[in-house]
């Protein structure tokens, strides 16, 4: 029996974990005095390996609620540079009342799996638990040095997570070249049926910005030209209303192309509305990788219907491309204008590789072998993960979570959105594939 015949079993072991580990709440707030359940899905993950014989290392970041697990697999050339797979353990909040299932009990229903954390990202985080599993019951050794590492904190700016760990525990990476995690391998349908698969090989930067506005505090029913809530709310609308310019990365430069030719579109930088039209559900994703963004999300203010505040806050979530770091801050500075303050609730760096790695090609390879006919492509991702600080130690860092969804699946919109489920078929896929890629890397 082959190796890839003999992964049923694996598969199964995959779809469970990833229903345990949607039934822990490990939701992230941001404050770490209401964010739950990451050390119970940390000792869940230690026990499901030590199951299998293996000794894990569940580690503590800065408190005894923020845990994580660590495993060090050897391969069979030492000499090799290791391979990080890595996984974050928390989600962001899910109001239950907005979904139709509830968010933490890992139902299977309409050939999904429904959750918070279905696809963001426990999951990855099944599938790398379900395989290690496979390799110590069948002793398999991969071809290299093999890190798992599942981390608390992603969500919430990873300062309790994998920053930690480069700088406090630089000895899980000890010669680690290579990091795979989210968010890419998922696919997307051409007209001709075939399958693009897109590989992340960059992500925009965090700039994460808390505004102020002062005024002269005064009694509601009273003239008053310096209201900090106006001052504010005006500021905040120019800066929701703005349009960044293109500005074309070298990955998306590529991805841009190659999306064009499979569609039998056109791309033009200065008016990608119509290729970002024929990209389908993925337009909202992509579009926000052509540009920096700026989207306000936060607004505080005032203690009683009556009385102008003197002061008025607000948050805005800032994402910059690869380079374009300075031209964010810069037009941000301009949009917001006088008697606004500005400073960092979270910065962290863009990231971004070149497509054209050993390890890409096993990837390639791996999709192709299962889906004939797949074509691997390099993409951005908008948001941000881990990736950004495994990078501060040369890491080269990709997303690869291989999904085959279905061709009208909404993919982008599941991500931090309500009804959060991922396709039984898809983990099935994702298990073969990120096998025979670990056979190949």
């Not at 109001?95 to 990202?121: C, T």
């Not at 002061?311 to 949009?335: K, S, W």
């Not at 040369?394 to 931090?416: E, N, T």
Request: aromatic content about 8%; some cysteine.
């Amino acid at each position: 029996m082959s190796q890839q015949q003999s992964l049923k079993a694996v598969e199964d072991d995959a779809l469970d974990i990833l229903r345990q580990l949607l039934r822990i709440d490990t939701t992230n707030t941001g404050d770490p005095r209401t964010t739950v359940g990451e050390a119970v899905a940390a000792e869940y993950a230690e026990a499901v390996l030590r199951d299998v014989g293996y000794e894990p290392e569940r580690f503590e970041t800065t408190s005894g609620s923020r845990q994580g697990v660590y495993l060090r697999i050897p391969g069979s050339d030492p000499d090799r540079g290791a391979l990080l797979l890595h996984g974050h353990l928390d989600v962001v909040p899910a109001i239950a009342d907005e979904w139709s299932v509830p968010p933490f009990e890992g139902i299977e229903a309409d050939g999904m799996i429904w959750g918070r954390g279905a696809i963001d990202m426990k999951d990855m985080d099944a599938m790398l638990l379900a395989l290690v599993r496979h390799w110590a019951r069948t002793g398999w050794v991969p071809p290299r040095d093999i890190v798992l590492i599942l981390t608390p904190d992603e969500e919430a700016g990873m300062r309790h997570g994998a920053h930690w760990i480069v700088t406090n525990r630089p000895d899980m990476l000890a010669g680690v070249t290579e990091a795979v995690g989210e968010v890419g391998g998922f696919s997307i349908t051409a007209p001709d049926q075939r399958r693009l698969y897109l590989i992340q090989t960059g992500e925009k930067g965090l700039a994460w910005l808390r505004l102020r506005a002062a005024g002269t505090v005064g009694h509601g029913s009273m003239l008053n030209d310096d209201n900090a809530v106006t001052t504010l709310a005006a500021a905040m609308a120019r800066v929701g209303e703005y349009r960044f310019p293109v500005r074309m990365t070298p990955t998306m430069a590529a991805c841009a192309d190659e999306l064009a030719a499979a569609l039998g579109v056109e791309f033009d930088p200065r008016d990608p509305e119509p290729f970002l039209a024929a990209v389908g559900p993925m337009a909202r994703a992509l579009g926000a990788t052509l540009a920096n963004t700026a989207n306000p999300t936060m607004l505080t203010a005032g203690y009683k219907a009556n009385v102008i505040p003197d002061v008025a806050e607000g948050t805005i979530d800032g994402r910059f491309l690869p380079g374009y770091e300075d031209e964010l801050l810069a037009t941000l500075d301009d949009l917001l204008g006088p008697g606004i303050t500005r400073e960092f609730v979270n910065h962290d760096i863009a990231v971004e590789t070149t497509f054209d790695w050993d390890t890409i090609t096993a990837m390639a390879a791996a999709l192709s072998e299962l889906d004939p006919g797949a074509r691997a492509i390099p993409y951005l991702m908008s948001g941000g993960t881990d990736a950004k600080a495994w990078s501060t130690l040369g890491i080269r860092c990709y997303g690869f979570v291989p999904l085959r969804l279905p061709p009208d699946l909404d993919f982008p919109a599941l991500f931090h959105g309500i009804d959060e489920r991922v396709p039984v078929e898809s983990v099935r896929f994702g298990v073969r594939a990120l096998q025979r890629f670990l056979e190949l890397a």
